[in-house]
């Protein structure tokens, strides 16, 4: 491989992992935008233009704070679980399409796909590099001689086995609909037969619920759970170990809300535009908001609904989430089956 | 004890509700904000606002304190400390030092309700900081402020406290005299020279029942 091509793909990785970090950074001002809104208060608007710097000021805030390693806390593995909450959480982006067709690296004569690894078993990769995540809050929580730490690890750890499954069968019910596991034969289909949504409706709501717990999020996020566990498997953790955790959260909502777009919505598809008349940059837009809007919803509806009771959660995961989405997995499979036979 | 439950329908245990409460909070998302931005946009004050208190100064220039020591006397948290002097003006007697400590004054207002010579008036004066004690302890220069600035408290102030006193000082003419509080009891009912009114000392020794 020349040294140019490598330099293009390290560019277009570049530009994918800093667009997951820039809109982790977005994310944080949004959610306190938005949660002001919606209690009839402001939010930041000191730190430059409508407090859009926001972000700036909080990561010098954190650099600057002091580390606090508690007594009894295992050294390496304490620090080691940020990264291993935060480095996967920004891995799991790289499957996913942000664009249509290629761009022209300037001054390198060079083009690329809008995506950073499009690996034929993209999904697969995408659930298992997702699931690493759930590594850095165990051991985060029991590195740190805190009991409300581990059992917020340990709620973490059941919530995400509990999910995942539902969250699969849903995500195969849509892969059977392309017969692809990857990202881009998933977004072409979808661009010749029409969006996944409109075939399988169950399995993206199945998708949007399981996707709230697998993030760790409300009115799911066990893992802290404030008024139980102080701060859950984050309670020990100060300055930028705790902002990893932070940062590592917001991208996997944004990975999330990629690969829900990716799976049901079309992706990077334009509406009534065809794939080939669809100018790259229109592609990210249109991917941008499709995102925007599960990510949106995310602030929605962490500040709209209390946190389930613990037992509702394994009630809502096994009880209901995952018959119904065997019974979907089943059917689609049947039709699918039957349809090219 | 059985714990009551409503039975729930099947659409709340499908959660469907959650879709009602999502539609409020997003209508909420564009309505008006209730928040005062507050370093710019200053706390609404009035005559009612029971502030710091400060000392009244003539037009003059002279303190209008006289050094009597029921301000003194009556603050429940010994935040006053006055130190009287002699003086050439007609009232004689004026304070050569006047302190309140502000780290002490609970602002309940006792003193302005006992001075009787409109001296000292708790303003709408509300925000105090500073990293050191000492500077809270505010001396009479410090406190010291023009009675025209005071006049509307005053007014406000006389027309509460006036139903304790034998001898009314001027309201605020803005206010109506119809919604003054009534004359208390306390301040008509008892003659000056009740012959029923034994001396304190009297009191004191009288055997209590209880």
Not at chain 2, 30 to 43: D, L, N, Q, T
Request: charged fraction near 15%; charge should be positive; hydrophobic fraction near 50%.
């Amino acid at each position: 491989m020349e040294f140019t091509a490598i330099l293009a793909i390290v560019i277009v990785t570049l530009l994918a992992f800093g667009g997951t970090v820039a809109v982790a950074g977005a994310m944080s001002l949004a959610e306190r935008r938005v949660s002001a809104w919606m209690q009839y208060r402001i939010g930041p608007s000191r730190v430059g233009p409508l407090g859009l710097l926001q972000p700036i000021a909080d990561l010098i805030k954190f650099m600057f704070k002091e580390e606090v390693m508690p007594e009894g806390a295992h050294p390496l593995l304490f620090r080691l679980a940020p990264i291993l909450s935060a480095v996967p959480a920004m891995m799991t982006f790289a499957v996913v399409p942000f664009g249509l067709g290629k761009i022209t690296i300037p001054g390198l004569n060079e083009s690329r796909p809008l995506v950073v690894a499009d690996i034929p078993v993209g999904a697969i990769y995408f659930l298992a590099v997702g699931s690493l995540g759930v590594y850095g809050i165990i051991l985060g929580g029991w590195a740190s001689n805190n009991k409300f730490s581990l059992l917020g690890s340990i709620r973490s750890g059941a919530q995400m086995l509990s999910y995942e499954l539902s969250l699969t069968l849903s995500m195969a019910a849509a892969i059977l609909m392309s017969g692809s596991l990857q990202m881009t034969e998933i977004v072409k289909h979808q661009a010749e037969h029409g969006w996944n949504i409109l075939y399988q409706p169950v399995a993206f709501i199945i998708f949007l619920i399981a996707m709230f717990a697998e993030t760790n999020r409300h009115p799911f996020d066990f893992a802290e759970c404030e008024p139980e566990l102080v701060g859950g498997f984050h309670t020990e953790y100060s300055s930028m170990k705790f902002a990893m955790f932070f940062v590592g959260e917001y991208c996997a909502m944004f990975a999330m809300s990629g690969m829900i777009t990716t799976l049901f919505l079309g992706g990077p598809l334009v509406p009534f535009l065809p794939i080939e008349q669809t100018p790259w940059w229109l592609s990210v837009i249109a991917f941008a908001m499709k995102s925007g809007v599960f990510l949106f919803l995310y602030l929605w509806v962490r500040w709209s609904l209390p946190r389930f009771k613990y037992d509702q959660l394994m009630d809502l995961g096994w009880k209901k989430l995952l018959p119904v989405a065997l019974l979907n997995f089943a059917v689609t499979g049947t039709i699918v089956v039957l349809a090219n036979s | 004890m059985p714990v009551l439950a409503r039975t729930l329908s099947f659409t709340e245990r499908m959660y469907l509700p959650i879709v009602k409460g999502l539609f409020f909070t997003f209508r909420v998302l564009f309505r008006k904000h209730i928040v005062r931005m507050y370093p710019e946009v200053g706390i609404p004050r009035s005559a009612a606002t029971r502030g710091q208190p400060r000392l009244s100064q003539n037009e003059d220039g002279t303190v209008r304190c006289v050094a009597c020591g029921l301000c003194e006397f009556v603050c429940p948290a010994y935040a006053i400390t006055i130190h009287g002097a002699a003086t050439e003006r007609f009232i004689e007697r004026e304070p050569r030092e006047f302190e309140i400590d502000m780290l002490r004054c609970i602002l309940c207002g006792f003193c302005e309700e006992a001075c009787p010579k409109e001296a000292i008036y708790m303003s709408d004066e509300l925000e105090h900081a500073g990293p050191t004690r000492a500077e809270h302890v505010m001396n009479k220069t410090q406190l010291l402020r023009p009675i025209s600035k005071m006049r509307e408290r005053i007014g406000f102030a006389n027309n509460i406290y006036n139903r304790w006193r034998k001898d009314p000082l001027p309201v605020d003419p803005k206010i109506n005299p119809a919604n003054a509080p009534a004359v208390s009891p306390i301040a008509t009912a008892v003659p000056r020279n009740d012959p029923t009114m034994r001396p304190l000392d009297a009191i004191a020794s009288t055997k209590t029942t209880r």
